[in-house]
Nanobody, 122 residues
Framework: QVQLVESGGGLVQPGGSLRLSCAAS????????MGWYRQAPGKQRELVAT???????NYADSVEGRFTISRDNAKKAVYLQMNSLKPEDTAVYYC????????????????WGQGTQVTVSS
């Protein structure tokens, strides 16, 4: 069974940096687009950044220029480097991957990690 496992969250002061990591475990045929989403208390989950298997990236306007998404296809991992963090970046961050598996037949589905808390506060 495929799982996405995140790490790297924590408490950081405004202006600081954090790096989130997410790796897929289990048997996969291919991992297509991967991304990071976040959900702040009382708000809907929102897209932060995505990256295709070929390396094309897309960012939310609110993080453009501060966050960088990258991936390592050999490690089945995606990363989010977050710089110049602001209090409004405080949220639970979720990793997402569109993954193809082989279970009798090929199946492509969206998988989510369990989430990691990022708190930006002085």
């Amino acid at each position: 069974q495929v799982q996405l496992v995140e790490s790297g969250g924590g408490l950081v002061q405004p202006g600081g940096s954090l790096r989130l990591s997410c790796a897929a475990s289990g048997s996969t045929v291919s991992i297509n687009a991967m991304g990071w989403y976040r959900q702040a208390p009382g708000k809907q989950r929102e897209l932060v950044a995505t990256i295709t298997s070929g390396g094309s990236t897309n960012y939310a306007d609110s993080v453009e220029g501060r966050f960088t998404i990258s991936r390592d296809n050999a490690k089945k991992a995606v990363y989010l480097q977050m710089n110049s963090l602001k209090p409004e970046d405080t949220a639970v961050y979720y990793c997402n991957g569109r993954i193809t598996t082989l279970q009798v037949t090929f199946r492509t589905a969206n998988y989510w990690g369990q989430g990691t808390q990022v708190t930006v506060s002085s």
